[in-house]
């Protein structure tokens, strides 16, 4: 169960100031931080340089991934759904009394950091809060968005303090849950009584960055945080349906060179695998994505489905919780609880130690592989 589950009320009450009010300050913006993707055919290819500069990933790879985007007419669903995103925070904002700007930038694509910086400071912002688009703590889904917020900020009158991931928040589980309970109802119509089979779905990572992802403490890694997740989100929509759901861990979107060993099994693979078991019927439910970005367009409603297809199993993939309304409201929470802790009304209790300490490296500290 996440961590909140277990000790109930979170330290502190509601982020309210002396005159009652809800509050925001000392932040004075919201800086939706993303990965970015292309927006139309000649984005793809510099898009692409971009995300993989650096990381050793072989040219084949990039060629393929570069398919899945002209697959989609060049352009990612990441900017719409991201989009719609703030939107709805910047309603639930609004219905709490606080209005603040809430802008996007991206470690990938334009907007980049540092244009969004540029942006802000000329408006003379001082303090911004960034809120990354990921729940998962890993260097890829956390640390990343630390280390290039600092540098697109280096020597500038600005300053960008990050939300902590909320993979362990009971809301996000509730989420998920509400989407699994759909997704199950649907295949049921398929498959009635037969005995069906959850495979949440995340990112897949090389094993040394899960190795020394968040603390490093096994019990604490992106894939236990993952298994976490997906115990409470099975637990809940078990209740609600009034049936045990039996589930598994998968992941997706692997890259990287052949040889380098990554988080499986891989969502395709298992397919096959449960299809063997005697289960009727799939619901894959990506806990490890917050909207139908580029891997859950291709990954799992292209690929996987396909797979599935070929193996004449049912399949229904849940939805990602972005446009549920409880996920909006606990971004809310997350941004104001963070504002009361920059103010001093509530203890930090952040669990990213990116300013402090190792947490979320690319590979266990000493490692050279
Ligand atoms: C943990 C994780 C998340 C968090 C989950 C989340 O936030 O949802 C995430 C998100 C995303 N990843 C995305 C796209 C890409 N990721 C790549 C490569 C990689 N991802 C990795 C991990 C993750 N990635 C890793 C370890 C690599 C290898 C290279 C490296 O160490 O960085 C590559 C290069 C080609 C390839 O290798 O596949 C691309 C194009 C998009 C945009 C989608 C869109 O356009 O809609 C999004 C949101
Ligand atoms: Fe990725």
């Known amino acids: 169960m996440p961590r909140d589950q277990f000790e109930g009320v979170r330290p502190g009450d509601d982020p309210v100031d002396a005159a009652g009010d809800v509050s925001i300050a000392p932040y004075t913006a919201v800086l939706f931080a993303s990965y970015g993707g292309p927006d139309k055919p000649a984005d793809v290819l510099p898009f692409m340089r971009n995300a993989t500069a650096g990381k050793n990933i072989p040219d084949e790879r990039l060629v ?26 910047r309603a639930e904002l609004a219905s709490r009394g606080v209005e603040v700007p809430v802008v996007i930038g991206n470690r990938n694509w334009h907007p980049l950091f540092a244009e969004t910086v540029d942006g802000l400071v000329s408006d003379g912002h001082e303090r911004v809060l960034g809120l990354a688009t990921s729940a998962y703590q890993s260097y890829s889904s956390c640390r990343q968005y630390c280390e290039d917020l600092v540098r697109a900020t280096d020597g500038r009158p600005l300053r960008v ?3 902590d991931p909320f993979w362990d928040a009971p809301e996000f589980a509730e989420a998920n849950a509400r989407a699994l309970v759909a997704a199950v109802g649907t295949l049921r119509e398929t498959v009635g009584d037969a005995p069906i089979r959850v495979l949440f779905v995340t990112h897949s990572i090389p094993i040394a960055m ?19 997740v997906a115990e409470a989100v099975a637990a809940l929509a078990s209740r609600e349906l009034g049936e045990e759901l039996g589930w598994d861990l998968t992941y997706c979107s692997r890259s990287g060179a ?6 499986e099994p891989d969502v395709n693979e298992r397919l096959a695998g449960v299809q063997g078991e005697g289960v009727a019927g799939v619901v894959a439910a990506p806990i490890g994505f917050i909207s139908d970005h580029m891997e859950v367009a291709y990954d799992l409603d292209t690929e996987a ?9 049912p399949y ?3 939805a990602t919780v972005g446009p549920d309304s409880g996920f909006a409201s ?14 001093g009304e509530r203890p930090d209790d952040t669990i990213c130690r990116f300013s402090t300490g190792a947490c979320c490296l690319s590979r ?4 050279t592989r």
């Not at 992802?213 to 976490?228: I, K």
């Open 364 to 367: 266990p500290e000493g490692a």
């Open 316 to 318: 229904v993939r849940a």
């Open 330 to 343: 606990l971004l809310v929470d997350r941004l104001l609880e963070r504002a009361a802790v920059a103010r």
């Open 161 to 163: 303090d990050k939300v």
């Open 305 to 313: 489905s396909a797979t599935a297809a070929d193996l004449g199993l």
């Open 210 to 228: 899960n190795e020394a992802s968040s603390t490093g403490e096994p019990a604490a890694r992106y894939d236990a945080q993952h298994l976490q």
């Open 258 to 263: 052949p040889h380098v060993p990554w988080l």
């Open 64 to 89: 393929q991934v570069s398919g899945h985007y002209e697959l989609f007419g060049g352009r990612s669903p990441i900017n719409e759904l991201n989009a719609a995103l703030m939107d709805a925070v």
